[in-house]
């Protein structure tokens, strides 16, 4: 796996964060530098509350090399508070009793490995149920 | 302005071709087009393709297949878009014919999806998404299909087997359809008792997965001998659009702006009305997408498209029919190629070659060619003239 492409998004990856817009304060994730709501120039940091709702999701069972070893697995797409929207993993949670309109947080979780016990793990946002009671 | 002419038609059966490699599965598509096209010689070729560089490690394409073709010299190059490689291989024909600058062009597509199976395959179809921001999540293109059809489903409240019409069509064309990999039709229960794959789509949702290759020869019409034996069908129109890369970046995720906008380009481009398309190649590589894709076009409005299957509205004898050889549901769905697939059978329609599949006396045909959830969606008008 590509070290240095996995290091470089930990910012978006560990911490959830994007951009706002100096010119029209829209909150942007992922940061991409030109607002899409006024194309204007972005580049100022914000950082997610990581709070959002499940706007759809699905489960995996067929998956690509490097994440067939936890399928089957349940995808969504999260609209978060504050405005754009996040494919994520879902976590904690048994799939038959998601649905869409509930509320989930963001947690840091392993997203895969390359299969090597010395290689590389990649870590990133997955979402959960929100206001879960932690466990011991 | 010069007519633009699909001069020239190949294709090969689409299915798990285990015993011929790309350049050889390309090769035939070729032969078939120029024999058809009474061997006019092409300057240029434009290969539809998506996933050799992953599946057979094989890029650089267009030498590859200039070379083995016995046409080494002429131009030719690769163009990628996804599942819409084929649609924009056809257009860059198009341009470069339409130019002036290029006399006879080869558009070729060609696709092996079978020589490896399971987690390789989806790790392929995966580089179609956004790497860092999707695919590292784990998600397929089925899954990002389930995710729209879900939504819609909750959104327009779908009854669970609403979404069969599509696969019906789809089977029941086929089964006319000599180089199609499914040629039986199905009836609703097989639908119903389908296995899922990731609900609410299941195994009739999803077009398979397939090794293909079409060829197109396209000419100016003052170009063609006197004697030319075919009915004359022009490129009427062609228009292409890009939507975010990302689902999750559209503030609109179950409209297909980039359809909406090709389409619309291509209408006008034209100069007709919706209205008058007599059929339509849509790209169903998931249910879900012909029913949007539909509903972009303007076929139907927000909510309705899976009605129009349901309905029979798209079938051969309906008032729009789609997916006339078996669309990529039974067809199959040979990547890159597709694109030029559909070209060829609108091509064989409005030629009146269509055989078992013949839809009645078309003028105009559509073809949709999208690229991820229409990420890139190109469209084409073709005339018979």
């Given at each position: 796996m590509e070290i240095p492409r996995h290091w470089r998004l930990k910012k978006q990856r560990y911490a959830l964060v994007g951009e706002v817009c100096p010119h029209c304060d829209a909150k942007i994730f992922p940061p991409r530098d030109v607002c899409p709501e006024c194309k204007g120039e972005a580049k100022e940091p914000f950082a997610f509350s990581g709070k959002g709702e499940i706007y759809s999701y699905t489960t995996i069972y067929e998956a690509p090399s490097g994440y067939d070893s936890n399928a089957p697995y349940t995808v969504a797409l999260v609209k978060l508070n504050e405005g754009p929207m996040v494919t994520a993993q879902l976590t904690?949670?048994?799939?038959?009793?998601l649905q869409i309109g509930m509320p989930v947080e963001m947690v840091t979780r392993k997203m895969r490995d390359?299969?090597?016990?010395r290689g590389m793990i990649v870590y990133g946002y997955k979402f959960r149920p929100a206001g879960l009671i932690p466990t011991s | 302005m010069t007519d633009i002419i699909l001069a020239g038609l190949g294709q090969t059966d689409v299915g798990e071709h285990w015993d011929i490699g790309l350049r050889e599965l390309a090769f035939t598509a070729i032969e078939a087009a120029l024999n058809d096209a009474g061997r006019l010689k092409p300057q240029a070729m434009y290969v539809g393709n998506m996933l050799a560089p992953n599946l057979s490690r094989q890029a650089h394409l267009g030498a590859l297949l200039t070379d083995f073709a016995g046409l080494t010299g002429i131009e030719a190059v690769t163009v990628e878009a996804a599942g819409a490689s084929g649609g924009a291989a056809l257009r860059q024909g198009y341009l470069a014919v339409k130019s002036g600058l290029v006399d006879v062009a080869l558009v070729v597509g060609v696709e092996k999806m079978t020589d490896q199976v399971g987690a390789g395959v989806e790790e392929a179809l995966a580089t179609a998404a956004d790497s860092d921001y999707e695919s590292v999540q784990g998600l397929t293109p089925t899954a990002q299909a389930a995710l729209l059809m879900q939504r819609y489903m909750y959104e327009y409240?779908?009854?669970?087997?609403?979404?069969a019409g599509f696969a019906l069509t789809a089977h029941a064309n086929g089964a006319g359809n000599p180089h199609a990999m499914f040629r039986k039709a199905i009836k609703l229960e097989t639908y119903q008792k389908a296995e899922p794959m990731s609900a609410p789509i299941n195994m009739f949702d999803a077009a398979p997965p397939a090794d293909g290759a079409a060829a197109l020869v396209l000419t100016r019409r003052d170009l063609l001998p006197a004697d030319w034996p075919h009915p004359l069908v022009r490129i009427a129109a062609s228009a292409t659009a890009s939507d975010t890369l990302a689902l999750h970046d559209r503030k609109d995720p179950l409209f297909f702006e980039a359809a909406y906008l090709a389409t619309g380009r291509a209408i006008k481009q034209a100069g007709i009305?919706?209205?008058?398309?007599?059929f339509f190649e849509y790209h169903d590589s998931f249910s879900i997408y012909a029913a949007m894709s539909l509903e972009s076009s303007g076929f139907a409005i927000r909510g309705h498209g899976w009605k129009m299957a349901a309905d029979g509205r798209i079938a051969r004898d309906g008032n729009l029919p789609c997916a006339t050889f078996g669309g990529l549901k039974a067809r199959g769905f040979p990547g890159g190629a597709t694109g030029v697939y559909q070209a060829v059978e609108a091509a064989l329609q409005l030629r009146g070659q269509a055989g078992k599949c013949q839809v009645t006396d078309p003028r105009y045909g559509m073809i949709q060619s999208l690229g991820g959830p229409a990420s890139t969606a190109v469209v084409h008008i073709l005339e018979k003239i």
């Open positions: 904690d949670v048994d799939a038959a009793h390359d299969g090597d016990e | 409240n779908v009854p669970a087997d609403g979404f009305t919706l209205d008058q398309i007599d």
